[in-house]
């Protein structure tokens, strides 16, 4: 699929026009930050929040940044292994960069493509930069703001139903038009009768959105759940299955009324083809796919279908996205004070959210900047590698 701007220029043609400077060096941090509590998601249990963060250099000294979760996966030993295809390479050349990379060994694709995500991210980090201009301009950009979708109820098992309640009543108040609440063993009727208070506490415009994270085990049990969803008005069930697993998607669509999300962990965009058939919510996440372009692929195959696009966090980079693409209809957040996703400290500069939207940052670059010095300070590990 060839990528078009939402003003009909070619992205990669804009953004190629400085391909002459090369990949000088590659850095990888990896760090490991404690949360205040556990962070619950379906079945799995993380007391850390950890990150693969990485940084490029072109020989101008131009820097790209990227970043990631590592999902408890060795991502960093994979990225590390792989960026001696990256390092003298031209900026410009991401496509046949990524191509050589990923051709490596398709038994451990899904985790090359992760590593690979996060050296695309960068690369086209580095070429903004090099145009002088946020990624959004160089896609098209149509706006300047963007609805936020926040997250909210991390640590509930700690702080109890009713601050949770009053948070989703807060983030109405300021102008949110649609929440995602975490909420762990999502049949249970105790689960079900705090979303169905949380669900009273909101105004009836107001979207409410739960995320499984593939924690139903079978068919049967997901229609079950989503009906139960239903009867209190949840309005889209995330991720109850494994994107694989996109037939049994179709048949809980078939089962059910509820809206289904689903795609942040995809790891080829083909999948996104397949997942198309049965969500209303089509989730890309560019640190997860292959990168930028891979993200935008799922974005057009949205557009031409007609399904909204919410973005899985990196909220920054999401907002790149989503403002040259109409179909992206809101950006995910976490917010800094939940502590829940503590990457946050290392930004220079928090996202501006007002009434509700996400203003688009003018920065040049994908929208990530890294206070990189005080990252290495507090890493866990650190690799350089510099172009032979």
């Not at 760090?31 to 101008?60: E, F, H, I, K, N």
């Not at 060795?74 to 051709?103: C, E, N, W």
């Not at 609440?181 to 949380?198: E, N, Q, T």
């Not at 994270?213 to 997901?222: D, G, I, N, Q, R």
Request: negative net charge; aromatic residues 4%; proline residues 5%.
């Amino acid at each position: 699929m060839t990528l078009q701007s939402a003003r009909g220029e070619s992205a990669i043609t804009v953004i190629n026009g400085d391909v002459g400077h090369r990949v000088a060096l590659a850095e990888i941090i990896g760090c490991s930050l404690t949360l205040p509590a556990p962070v619950r998601l379906g079945d799995a249990v993380y007391a850390t929040r950890d990150y693969v963060a990485l940084r490029l250099v072109d020989d101008t000294g131009a820097e790209g940044f990227a970043f990631g979760y590592t999902r408890g996966t060795p991502l960093a030993a994979t990225l590390k292994s792989m960026l001696r295809l990256v390092a003298g390479t031209r900026v410009g050349d991401r496509q046949g960069t990524l191509q050589r990379i990923l051709s490596a060994s398709p038994a451990v694709r899904p985790l090359l493509v992760r590593a690979a995500s996060l050296a695309d991210i960068a690369l086209w980090d580095l070429a903004a930069k090099r145009a002088g201009a946020p990624l959004g301009d160089l896609l098209g950009a149509t706006r300047d703001r963007v609805p936020v979708m926040p997250v909210a109820g991390y640590f509930r098992d700690v702080r109890g139903d009713e601050s949770v309640i009053e948070e989703v009543t807060e983030l109405e108040r300021c102008g949110h038009r649609q929440i995602k609440l975490m909420v762990g063993d999502l049949g249970s009727p105790k689960s079900i009768a705090f979303l169905s208070r949380a669900r009273d506490a909101l105004r009836p415009e107001t979207r409410l959105a739960v995320d499984a994270h593939y924690s139903l085990a079978t068919l049967p049990e997901a229609i079950r759940t989503a009906r139960l969803l239903e009867d209190v008005g949840v309005a889209v069930l995330e991720d109850p299955f494994a994107p694989i697993e996109w037939r049994r998607l179709r048949e809980l669509h078939r089962g059910t009324g509820i809206e289904l999300a689903a795609g942040e962990d995809v790891v080829d965009p083909v999948q996104y083809l397949d997942l198309l058939e049965s969500v209303s919510v089509l989730r890309v996440d560019p640190t997860t796919c292959g990168g930028i372009r891979a993200a935008l692929s799922g974005i057009e195959a949205a557009s031409l279908r007609g399904v909204d696009v919410i973005p899985h966090v990196f909220t920054a980079v999401a907002t790149q996205l989503a403002c040259a693409y109409p179909i992206v209809t809101s950006v995910e957040h976490i917010s800094s004070a939940s502590g829940s996703d503590p990457i946050d400290r290392y930004f220079d500069g928090e996202i501006e959210i007002e009434a509700g939207e996400a203003v688009v940052d003018r920065r040049p670059g994908v929208g990530i900047h890294l206070d990189w010095e005080r990252l290495r300070r507090d890493a866990v590990s650190v690799v350089r590698i510099d172009a032979a």
